[in-house]
């Protein structure tokens, strides 16, 4: 069932949402300051790639005050855009019966949009539920 929900995702607009993040890191990765950034938007581009079921969890020891001060600088350089342009299709997605998934994966990607730093995406291994 994840499969038929990433492959609808794909064709309704995950497919451009992906090459869009993927073109913003090898942006961002020009600059020798950009690279954790450019990191990062890789992250939410494979997110954006296949949302269902997939998880952003936290990694506890990853980073620390570094990764801290990371998602503040990311919140103010870019990440709270992406984050509220996330939310605004999850909330227009979540209008309609049929868009409610696509729409809590937009919900999932605007979490990590607004703090990338010190979470990682892990495989979910459901093959009879659908995983939000």
């Not at 227009?92 to 607004?114: D, E, N, S, W």
Request: contains cysteine; neutral net charge; charged residues 10%.
């Amino acid at each position: 069932m994840n499969l038929l929900l990433n492959i609808l995702w794909l064709i309704c607009g995950g497919f451009l949402i992906c090459v869009e993040y993927i073109l913003s890191s090898l942006l961002l990765m020009v600059t020798i300051i950009g690279i954790p950034f450019g990191f990062q938007t890789l992250k939410l581009s494979m997110l954006a790639l296949c949302p269902f079921g997939r998880e952003v969890r936290s990694c506890p020891g990853d980073g620390g005050c570094l990764s801290v001060l990371m998602n503040i600088i990311w919140i103010f350089v870019g990440g709270i855009w992406i984050s509220l342009s996330h939310l605004a299709f999850g909330v227009l997605l979540c209008i309609t019966i049929i868009g409610i998934p696509f729409g809590l994966q937009h919900f999932k990607l605007a979490g990590l949009a607004l703090t990338p730093f010190g979470k990682e995406i892990v495989q979910l291994l459901y093959s009879d539920r659908i995983i939000l």
